[in-house]
């Protein structure tokens, strides 16, 4: 009799199991497409952010396989009231499998107000990459030094920011080709600018989300080297700086038809990025726009299986 009632169990769970995978793979094919225009998800849209919180959405987690969140740290924009804005970029990243820091700002004063006010532990990253060399991104590096010392901080080879990191008593790793440096994150080989910038690509079952700094080799070529690189299918998001504050429309039209032409779904220009580029993308990829500052916060689910 034990044993019916066991197999019985047993069936549900199967059949459940069964189910939920049809549940999700419906829920899939509201995913956007690759080069979709119109293909705006409603869940992962940080514009119309709440009072208190911008997040992006209410996650994935209820799917079974994690989420990644994506918040960013410090930027000179804000988005969520009772942060701190500083001309600069951090943006932290949280996995099924890891958790670490995309630049760390211009002080590390900001980086700890922001971080605390959005209960993020510094002490608890596995790892921090800096995409360039500039003050405005390595500055709340001292901080990590006093918070988790010895952490692994990778950086372009060619940057000379190793004896800085070192100074510090973290453990620079000079990068110059592309690693997989958590299961389903890159930090993508630097191009030159000038400087030595690289970036960084998350896996998420929307598609990749690739994040930069400055960009200044160009955002676009740097989104295609992370496409080609991971081989990736699809880019959902890229989100930081574009450097192209000031530019001639020419160059920012050239730098976000690459963009759309890769395919990406969600455009986020913060930092040092600049209203023109803004103004352009608004204008002629609306549905791709996002809006970006200190607080956003894109909670998107985790691949099943890969990380
Ligand atoms: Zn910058
Ligand atoms: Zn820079």
Excluded at 164 to 189: D, F, M
Excluded at 246 to 272: F, W
């Amino acid at each position: 009799m034990r044993r019916v009632v066991r197999a019985v169990i047993k069936a549900f769970l199967i059949s459940a199991t069964a189910a939920g995978i049809l549940l999700g793979a419906a829920y899939m094919s509201y995913l956007p497409g690759k080069g979709g225009a119109g293909a705006t998800p409603t869940r992962p849209h940080a514009s119309g952010a709440p009072k208190t919180s911008a997040h992006a959405s209410s996650g994935a987690g209820g799917r079974g396989c994690g989420t990644v969140r994506i918040v960013v740290l410090v930027d000179n924009d804000r988005l969520v009231k009772g942060l701190q804005t500083a001309w600069g970029l951090s943006i932290y990243v949280e996995t099924p499998n890891t958790r670490f820091l995309f630049d760390t700002g211009p002080d590390p004063s900001v980086l700890k107000h922001n971080a605390e006010a959005l209960h993020i532990n510094l002490s608890s990253l596995d790892f921090v990459v800096i995409s360039h060399c500039h003050g405005d991104h390595t500055g709340g590096l001292p901080l990590i030094g006093e918070v988790k010392p010895g952490l692994k901080v990778y950086v372009p080879a060619p940057s000379g920011l190793e004896g800085y990191v070192r100074s510090l008593g973290l453990k620079p790793v000079p990068v110059s080709k592309t690693v997989e440096v958590a299961p389903g994150v890159w930090v993508i080989k630097p191009l030159y600018g000038p400087p030595w910038e690289e970036c960084v690509a998350v896996n998420t079952s929307y598609g990749l989300v690739v994040l930069v700094g400055c960009s200044h080799p160009g955002v676009d070529r740097m989104v295609e080297q992370a496409v080609k690189d991971t081989g990736a299918r699809k880019v959902y998001a890229v989100i930081g700086g574009f450097h192209l504050i000031g530019a001639p429309m020419s160059k920012v039209a050239q730098e976000v038809n690459g963009l759309v032409r890769l395919g990406v779904a969600k455009i986020y220009p913060i930092h040092c990025s600049g209203e023109e580029v803004r103004h352009y993308i608004r204008t002629h990829y609306p549905g791709r726009l996002g809006v970006g500052g200190v607080g956003l916060e894109l909670d998107l689910p985790a691949p099943c299986g890969s990380g």
